[in-house]
Structure formats: C-alpha cells, structure tokens
C-alpha cells in the first residue's frame, strides 16, 4: 500500500513539472509546542530547509490532525505539501516535485555526484529515523515522560489512551521490519556515532566550504540538519542522542551554519 502511494505521488509530479511554483503552497505538520514528536519535527525541518535553500515559498499550518491527513508515507508521514490541488508527504516525494520542475538545488552535480549524495540522504533518513523512533516509543521513560502525553495532548480522554496505542504500536512495527525493535540503546548510539563519523568525514573532505558537498547546498545538507538540529535541540529524560552528535563538532558547526543562514531558530542557544 505504503509503495503504491509513493508511486502515485511521483506519476502525479510528473504531470505538474511545467506549472509554476504555486504561491500558496502549504506545509503541514503537528502543533510544534504541543504536540510534535521528535521524528516528526526532523522530517518537517528537513523539508522546511530544502524548501528554503531552494528560496521557494511556503507556508506553514500547523493542525491537530495533520498526520491523519497526509496521504501516507515510508517513514513519518510528515510533512505534506499542498502545492496547488495536488499533496505530496515526506521528504523524498517533496524533493522529487521540486526537481521535476527545474528548481531544486544540486542541480549543478553531475549524474555520479547525485548517485553518491543520494546514498548519503538514504543513510541519514533510515539511521536517525529509526534512532528517533527508538529512543521516542522504546525507552520507556520517554515515551511516558514525552512522546505518550505529546502525542495524546490534542485528544480528550479516552481517545487520547487509543491514540497514544495506535501510535506506538504502528511505530514498534516499523522498529521491527527495519530490524531496530531487538536492539539495546548501545547498539543504537553505536549506529548513531558511525552515521555521524560518516557524514562528518564527508564535510572534512571541503575543510572551506560550509556544505556537504562544496560551497552551494544539496538535499544532504537539508534532511542532515532536519536530524541533527532536532535531535540537539528536543529535551529528553534520555538524551543519549544528542550527546552522541555532540560529540562531533564539524557536525554542530554545521548546524549552527545553516540555522543562521536560514532559520535563525531559539534552539540554536542549546548548542553548546
């Protein structure tokens, strides 16, 4: 079902790639003080950012019910975009409107450089995802503390009990078919730190420019600071996540960067 979305999406990107950018395009997403849980916040961030490097207009609404009227999606649902009279959800379906219309950035790599950052995107959804979904529904602790009184702070009881368990049965599931949901939080942090060796080895390979790959953005750069801010800047009772990425200062430099030049959010006074 989740694979025929997608395919969808994309066939009907097809089909808007010679209309304009629509100037009422919307983002939506969950209420960020109340109700967003943390990998729904990186998802909606990383889109936010891509959409900003790419200097294309949007808005933002905020809804109660925004994941429930997404089409769907391979991770979190979240964000969707209305662009015109058409929806798009994620990240990968949101990029792929974009490009198809000649306005995304990278367009200045050639076809090995894109297959090469593509393999990095792929590394950074899946591994900070699922660490995201991990330690938001796993420990138990946050979930109780954080993730269940978030999630069911827009419903009145006793919905907000059945919502609460739909939500952390259907994230537990994804643990599993990904191979996460056996894991101990070690292992976690130890996946983690390799993904945050990896990319911070990539920027130490442009020691003079502030992207990814060179002195112009690309999508890596958009869905690695969606992660890595949020993942920084979400107070948890277990706070093992940030504290690996803190580890590794290219990559809070790298986010300090792109909050500044593009965001300029509070958050960026957590790091320290």
């Known amino acids: 079902m989740q694979s025929s979305q997608y ?3 994309l066939h009907t990107a097809d089909k808007l790639s010679e209309e304009p950018w629509p100037e009422d395009a919307t983002l939506y997403q969950p209420f960020e003080a109340e109700q967003i849980l943390l990998p729904e916040n990186a998802s909606c961030l990383a889109v936010k950012a891509y959409l900003k490097m790419c200097n294309l207009p949007f808005g933002v609404r905020s809804c109660a019910n925004a994941e429930h009227m997404s089409p769907g999606g391979r991770m979190t649902k979240l964000p969707f975009i209305r662009a015109g009279a058409f929806i798009f959800a994620e990240f990968e379906p949101i990029v792929n409107f974009v490009e198809q219309k ?3 950035i990278g367009s200045w790599q050639d076809e090995d450089e894109k297959a090469d950052m593509r393999t ?4 950074v959804e899946n591994i900070f995802t699922m660490a995201e979904l ?3 529904f796993k420990n138990e602790r946050v979930y109780k503390e954080v993730t269940a009184p978030r999630n069911g702070a827009v419903y009145p009881w006793p919905l907000n009990l059945m919502q609460n368990y739909s939500k952390r049965r259907n994230a537990l599931r994804q643990l599993k078919v990904y191979q996460w949901h056996d894991l101990d939080i070690e ?12 990319l911070e080895y990539k920027l130490k390979e442009s020691p003079d420019t502030p992207f990814f790959f ?5 999508e890596l750069d958009a869905i690695a600071f969606g992660h890595l801010f949020s993942i920084l800047t979400t107070r948890l009772p277990n706070m093992a996540l940030a504290q ?7 990559l809070v430099t790298f986010c300090r960067f792109i909050d500044e030049k593009y965001f300029q959010m509070s958050g960026l006074l ?3």
């Not at 976690?188 to 945050?196: D, G, H, L, P, Q």
């Not at 690996?244 to 290219?250: E, N």
């Open 244 to 250: 690996t990425v803190q580890k590794f200062g290219h």
């Open 102 to 104: 000649d306005m995304a």
């Open 7 to 9: 395919l969808n999406q």
């Open 120 to 123: 990095y995107v792929s590394l």
């Open 270 to 272: 957590l790091l320290k």
């Open 134 to 136: 991990y330690v938001s």
């Open 214 to 218: 060179g002195d112009q953005p690309c």
């Open 187 to 198: 292992h976690v942090i130890e996946k983690v730190a390799k993904c945050c060796e990896t």
